[in-house]
């Protein structure tokens, strides 16, 4: 059973800093690339950063130079490490993982975790 499970959201004042985990089961986390989304209350998601399954890394310009992801392949796991928070950082964090093998396309969500960045 394929599971994507995140934590480490919460309540974090501005200019502080968290780090989301997001525990991957159910199939082969090397394979996969790993992507971190986020919805704001009341708006779309917004695309935050990936990982692919080659190690390199990508950053919404929102988050650029605050927000680092990483992954560890022997644990299954990505990582979000978020610095410098802001209001405008306040939503759910979704972690993707997704793998094309051909014409099929394997694509997979978290339940979220949920980011408040308020004084």
């Known amino acids: 059973q394929v599971q994507l499970v995140e934590s480490g959201g919460g309540l974090v004042q501005p200019g502080g800093s968290l780090r989301l985990s997001c525990a991957a089961s159910?199939?082969?986390?090397?394979?996969?690339?790993m992507t971190w989304v986020r919805q704001a209350p009341g708006k779309g998601l917004e695309w935050v950063s990936v990982?692919?399954?080659?190690?390199?890394?990508h950053y919404g310009s929102s988050v650029y130079g605050r927000f680092t992801v990483s992954s560890d392949n022997a644990k299954n796991m990505v990582y979000l490490q978020m610095n410098n928070l802001k209001p405008e950082d306040t939503a759910v964090y979704y972690c993707?993982?997704?793998?094309?093998?051909?014409?099929?396309?394997?694509?997979?969500w978290g339940q979220g975790t949920r980011v408040t960045v308020s004084s």
């Open positions: 159910g199939f082969t986390f090397s394979s996969y690339t």
């Open positions: 990982i692919t399954r080659g190690g390199a890394t």
């Open positions: 993707n993982a997704d793998y094309q093998d051909g014409l099929e396309l394997y694509d997979y």
